[in-house]
């Protein structure tokens, strides 16, 4: 069993910075994904990034390339997200996740944990 708890959320002005953490407790397998998830008011919860945990092989939906980064700490357990040139359509509560087949290609449906979610607010 694998729990996630995710922290550094907050409020910023836009082209602002945050950076989000998520600690595991529990295994975290190289085979895993590890990956951040966002949902808007109003809207569908949706895909922003990922890692594999083995190889920290990292890929990006195209409205975050070049601006988010996921890295990983196996030693720590922990895989973060820094987030620079935030605009305020970033605005979100930002989920973490794990995959146990690595890869999200089910998005949404192919997410084992969840972790409760923290709170993006990108004020203009």
């Known amino acids: 069993q694998v729990q996630l708890v995710e922290s550094g959320g907050g409020l910023v002005q836009a082209g602002g910075s945050l950076r989000l953490s998520c600690a595991a407790s529990?295994?975290?397998?190289?085979?895993?994904?590890m990956g951040w998830f966002r949902q808007a008011p109003g809207k569908e919860r949706e895909f922003v990034g990922s890692?594999?945990?083995?190889?920290?092989?990292?890929r990006y939906v195209d409205s975050v390339k070049g601006r988010f980064t996921i890295s990983r700490d196996m030693a720590k357990n922990t895989m973060y997200l820094q987030m620079n040139s935030l605009q305020p359509e970033d605005t979100a509560v930002y989920y973490c996740?794990?995959?146990?087949?690595?890869?999200?290609?089910?998005?949404?449906?192919?997410?084992?944990?969840w972790g409760q979610g923290t709170q993006v607010t990108v004020s203009s």
């Open positions: 529990g295994r975290i397998f190289s085979s895993y994904g």
């Open positions: 890692i594999s945990w083995g190889t920290a092989y990292p």
């Open positions: 996740a794990a995959d146990t087949l690595a890869a999200f290609i089910n998005g949404v449906r192919s997410v084992d944990y």
